[in-house]
């Protein structure tokens, strides 16, 4: 069966300080990947999504950047935070057009 | 315009009944995917149920059931005899241009926030 995972599970950075957060995939190969942002109490916002190994398409213009290294990894980057960057950030995999399944989330929080 | 509409921002139900969940959406793609998610306070998005624009049937799955009115472009989820569990944000969510077999977005509605009552 597949699984997907994400870490840290939580963390807080000070504005300005740079970002990683990693996703990989397990159980599958050449997924599509996803990096979705949740504000407190709002609905998801797709940020990037990959449909393979360095194929990377932004849909929100903003300082966060992604990578698609390896097959089932994805990791959602920043070189500065900003408070705004605060949220709950969930990747998901999928297969073409059917239903996405998500990880466990990171929860980030800007000070 | 919004995309997808969740007009509940919370809903009560008494456990062991059943309740409806209220999502309309707006698209001109003839072939699109409209989904249910649950979050539980955990945070981790749990996938619920699924409906093609092209399917005939409603979508089923165990208590979840999806009342489907193309014709008014609304996709409510049905939830019976619920159970405490139950108490979590349930999102409506649809993906467009499902033929074309690519990488697309769902796009989420607000949310609908469930609490069952003992």
């Known amino acids: 069966s597949q699984t997907i995972h994400q870490w840290p599970a939580t963390l807080v950075q000070p504005v300005g300080s740079p970002l990683s957060l990693e996703c990989t995939v397990e159980g599958t190969s050449n997924p599509n990947l996803y990096w979705y942002r949740q504000a407190a109490g709002r609905g998801l916002q797709l940020l990037f999504y990959?449909?393979?190994?360095?194929?990377i398409s932004s849909e929100v213009p903003q300082n966060l950047s992604a990578s698609r290294p390896q097959d089932r990894q994805f990791i959602l980057s920043s070189k500065k935070l900003l408070l705004s960057d605060s949220g709950f950030y969930l990747c998901?995999?999928?297969?073409?057009?059917?239903?996405?399944?998500f990880g466990p989330g990171t929860r980030l929080t800007v000070t | 315009a919004q995309k997808i509409t969740q007009t509940q921002p919370g809903m009560f139900v008494q456990e062991k009944e059943a309740v409806t969940l209220d999502c309309t959406y707006d698209?001109?793609?003839?072939?699109?995917?409209l989904f249910w998610y649950k979050q539980p306070s955990s945070g981790e998005m749990i996938f619920l149920i699924y409906q093609g624009s092209y399917d005939q049937q409603n979508a089923t799955e165990g208590r979840y059931s999806l009342n489907f009115q193309k014709a008014r472009k609304s996709a409510n989820l049905v939830i019976s005899a619920s159970q405490l569990g139950d108490s979590a944000m349930y999102f409506c969510?649809?993906?467009?241009?499902?033929?074309?077999?690519?990488?697309?977005?769902?796009?989420f509605g607000s949310g609908t926030q469930l609490t069952v009552l003992p």
């Open positions: 969510a649809m993906r467009e241009g499902l033929s074309s077999g690519s990488a697309r977005q769902l796009t």
């Open positions: 698209t001109s793609d003839p072939s699109y995917g």
């Open positions: 998901a995999w999928s297969w073409d057009s059917y239903e996405q399944y």
């Open positions: 990959s449909v393979g190994i360095g194929q």
